[in-house]
């Protein structure tokens, strides 16, 4: 396995998992201290994200693994594994003759290395005891990749019940284009590429998407139709007023998804095209698969979702923006989007944040998130039924 890989899961993939099973005294003593250690037997390679950029440790000791033009061998580097003598070893060496004030175990194989600290203490395993949540975390986990969700056994067992589709609020009746009126511009939260599938279940018709990264597979099965925009102002504007011109349309505004209660920026282009405004609070409910991937093929995510044993998405219609919040009133383009943002986020009880795609792929996958356009899959190209 690349090591490339592997540094990318660790940074990507398993915090999400880490951080479920923090103990909260273990986490109250620690973060009290100035500075932080953390020794463990694992390799250091696969923790290191999680504890030096989520908790804020200081200095990692863990085993280290043996590494061959830029791959993994499955072999340890000397010394080995850290347990027995190396765990004594290894905090020695990195201390030297400072003596750590406090030492936190687990286990009796931990009393060996906490013999050299000045005070010691054993946390005992309580199974019924809550994890810490993520608001005590230094730096919260907004981003995160994989598609197994940590989830008790006994969910193995339920059977697959369909998806449950719960929708609550108005829906805005269907623009006439016999008497020239506008098509509704839908402002939907983006958790899945399902939202609008979903959204055009919740009004009984299909809703036409505006998506900016979407897999050729999802396009070709997807049962609305979608148009593939291309970050171009000027093009894109103008297919999404043609688009409204036909009818109604549904856009996700943050351009990518994100799996934590949180809400990115709303890009504000379509605050500039239509005062006919109505935003959408999505939510999914999924028990064994994560319906998103920014690592994997974006082909199978809505396959993901479908396999858990009883998914569940709530769609809520929230009121249409009034003329005196839209840019005919004089509002600015951001200032509608953000507004949009704020009032889906309070239904919701979610947080705003400021961060965009490039955020979320640079710290999941190293990049920025730009999409290569293919030659045979152009933007601006309607898809679907």
């Known amino acids: 396995m690349r090591v490339s890989d592997i540094e990318s899961v660790a940074r990507a993939v398993l915090p999400k998992f880490y951080s479920s099973d923090l103990h909260p005294e273990t986490w109250r003593v620690f973060s009290a201290c100035g500075k932080r250690c953390v020794l463990t037997a694992n390799p250091t390679i696969m923790v290191e994200a999680f504890l030096k950029d989520v908790l804020g440790v200081d200095l990692v000791l863990g085993t280290k693994i043996a590494t061959y033009k830029g791959r993994a061998t ?16 290894a905090p020695e060496k990195a201390f030297g003759e400072t003596q750590p004030d406090i030492g ?7 009393t ?15 199974p019924k005891v809550k994890p810490v949540t993520m608001d005590k975390f230094p730096k919260p986990i907004i981003f995160h990749d994989g598609a197994l969700l940590p989830i008790p056994l006994v969910y193995y067992a339920f059977m697959a019940l369909g998806v449950r589709v719960t929708i609550k609020g108005t829906p805005p009746p269907q623009a006439k284009k016999s008497i020239g009126q506008s098509g509704v511009l839908f402002i939907c939260s983006h958790r899945t590429l399902l939202d609008p599938i979903f ?15 979407v897999s050729r597979l999802s396009e070709i099965i997807s049962p609305i139709k979608t148009v593939r925009l291309n970050r171009d102002w000027a093009r894109d504007a103008s297919m999404i007023k043609k688009l409204l011109e036909e009818g109604d349309l549904a856009i996700l505004p943050e351009g990518t998804t994100c799996r934590e209660p949180f809400l990115l920026r709303f890009s504000a282009l379509f605050a500039e095209l239509t005062d006919q405004l109505v935003p959408m609070a999505m939510v999914n409910r999924m028990s064994m698969f994560h319906g998103t991937t920014a690592r994997g093929w974006k082909g199978m995510d809505p396959f993901y979702f479908f396999m858990n044993p009883s998914p569940a998405y709530e769609v809520t219609f929230l009121n249409k923006l009034p003329l005196e919040l839209t840019c005919s ?3 600015s383009s951001h200032e509608v989007a953000n507004y949009i943002q704020r009032v889906i986020a309070t239904t919701l009880s979610y947080k705003c944040t400021s961060f965009a795609r490039k955020d979320k792929y640079g710290a999941l996958v190293g990049n920025d998130g730009t999409v290569v356009e293919k030659p045979l899959l152009k933007a601006n190209k309607v898809m679907g039924c």
Do not use: W
């Open 74 to 89: 499955g072999l340890v580097c000397k010394p080995g594994v850290l347990v027995g003598k190396n765990k004594v070893d």
């Open 329 to 331: 009133s004089g509002k």
């Open 112 to 126: 060996p290395f906490m013999s050299l600290c000045k005070e010691a203490f054993i946390v005992l395993p309580q």
């Open 104 to 110: 936190l175990g687990d286990r009796d194989t931990d």
């Open 199 to 213: 959204l055009s279940t919740a009004l009984g018709r299909a809703i036409p998407a505006v998506t900016y990264s």
